[in-house]
């Protein structure tokens, strides 16, 4: 039976937008979820499923294993029954980590010998066959990501990516396998575990399969994965008697009020986006990031056109440019230096767009949503409904303020648009 008084299911997310895209693939099956920024100080919330939200994705390994612990020993005094580790869905960090370190300190803190890697999420085109991690109809290496700013992605063999972060021995599960069913799963994965395979990637190309993967791994300790798992776990749940689905598990308050967009994001999705946008006639106004290394006062500039162009309709205020303009900026200013004043820049646009009246706020990019939401003092968000895969509106709790944090590859190319005419 449930127990109101524990969660069933504790989410340690690498990053914000990670972190609201599989709070979406929870509250989607009818699973009341509640996003933490950080480790929470207070209670813990009335929710079916707690994602704690860390900005862990390009630290340093050792900072990324201590954070994703601290989280892990919250989770646990909450009463989780399952644990989860999301990344990205296109297993992006950084070379030395953070997805192997924080997997091996989870396991070793769980007292567990396996878990399996999935990245996938099918409805946004992310899917993994033969270990290979394909981005729409092309590998990883080719798409976008290898030309990430902080992350670049060149090898699309994740059982060799993973095995370059880990002292585990890492493995695969095969789409063949899972093809067979619940059943053979399982004994793929008993096999793998034989052969002392800690760490296994996982195939999937499909929902099915998503699915599939749910059921085997119902009994490990620890999933890590993209958000896609999460898809089938509330049946599992719900078969346990763990879970009582919520057909309003999504309702959010009606909160007025002005509109904006912030868009740090670099990614060609965003890009498209921002064309988008632009191209429509709607008001823009783009951050010079050279101007604001000289000193120009740039946040103010953009917060008084706001001011202006706001009155009557919602604004877009972005530092998304092309790969070669960020090569340049980052050439001249150092990659580092370059993403911290963009962060901290928008961050205050962010602060003064909500002072000035914004109620209703989209943001593009997984750094400068986590710089966003620390800049207004946020902790926690309610999880509405689901905008375009993996990307919800939020409500931050107790405050009529809705967020939509938007990872940078992900939505449709009216997504900036879309987003806004489905709340008020």
Known sequence: MTDPSRITLGVIADDFTGATDVASMLVRSGMRTVQVIGIPQGPTPAADAVVVALKSRTTAAADAVAASL?????????GARQFYFKYCSTFDSTAAGNIGPVADALLDALGSDFAIACPAFPENGRTVFRGHLFVGDQLLSDSGMRNHPLTPMTDSNLVRVLQSQTRSAVGLLRYDTLARGVEAARSGIA?????????????????????VLAQACADLPLITAGSGVALG????????GWLVPDQRAATLDSVGGSAAVISGSCSSATNAQVGDWVAAGRP??????QALAGGAPVAEQALAWAAVEGRQQPVLIYATAEPAQVQQVQSALGADRAGQLVEHCL?????????????????????TSGAVVQALGVSSLRIGATIDPGVPWTQAEGRPLLLALKSGNFGSVDFFAKALDLVD
């Open 70 to 78: 601290a989280a892990l020993r919250w989770l646990q005094d909450a």
């Open 191 to 211: 096999a793998l575990r034989a052969d002392d395979v800690r760490l296994a990637i996982a195939d999937a190309v499909s929902n099915d399969d998503l699915r």
């Open 233 to 240: 776990l509330p049946v599992v749940y719900a078969e346990r």
């Open 284 to 289: 823009a106004w783009q951050i010079d990031v």
């Open 347 to 367: 961050a205050r646009i962010a602060a003064g767009l909500v002072d000035g009246g914004v109620r209703r706020l989209v943001i593009a990019g997984g750094e």
